[in-house]
């Protein structure tokens, strides 16, 4: 059993609508989470980062964090033809582990004009 | 600032040859992480260098490589290529007081034939 774990999708939503992203996790002393997008061909983009528990907000994007469930979400509102991306979550023990990152294998989304 | 920057971007080695790829990392991050992307795997952790030190490794052979230099630039070897090394080879930076909010370059696509 993979670390993390997260849908591949593909989603497909229309312009517009409320996107929600998942990752389920088991190792519990993960207490960095991290949300990147990926467009074909390019390098991660880092678009959230937690640390522990709680909610964050930038823009139209929404990142949660519930580690009791071990369950963090990324929603992203009013969503454009532009997000059509990979978006993959990522996490670390920080503390002898700083610096590796433990990735999602990536939801592919597409959304439709 | 400019970005992580990595050389080459493409790369066609043949099995049993070994490569040598390069990262410059945002100005001012001295902590540089290398991570291995395929279809198959997604992104994994390859190694992690901060001031000079590896401080981290991932779950890779030895002829997985690196090392970094005094001024942050980081390099990453792989030697007696296989046919599994085939890859997106991605370099990313982060600052010293987060380690975990990586920065990532454009990637070395690697094929090797």
Known sequence: ??????????????????????????NSAFQYFMWYRQYSRKGPE?????????????GRFTAQVDKSSKYISLFIRDS??????????AMSAGSGNTGKLIFGQGTTLQVKP | KAGVTQTPRYLIK????????????????RSVSWYQQTPGQGLQFLFEYFSETQRNKGNFPGRFSGRQFSNSRSEM???????????LYLCAS?????????????GTRLLVL
């Open chain 1, 1 to 26: 059993q993979k670390e993390v774990e997260q849908d591949p999708g593909p989603l497909s939503v229309p312009e517009g609508a409320i996107v929600s992203l998942n990752c389920t996790y088991s």
């Open chain 1, 46 to 58: 880092l678009l959230m980062y937690t640390y522990s528990s709680g909610n964050k907000e930038d």
């Open chain 1, 80 to 89: 454009q033809p532009s997000d059509s991306a990979t978006y993959l979550c």
């Open chain 2, 14 to 29: 043949t099995r049993g040859q070994q490569v040598t790829l390069s990262c410059s990392p945002i100005s001012g991050h």
């Open chain 2, 77 to 87: 070897n792989v030697s007696t290529l296989e046919l599994g090394d085939s890859a």
């Open chain 2, 94 to 106: 982060s600052p010293d007081t987060v380690r975990e909010t990586q920065y990532f370059g454009p």
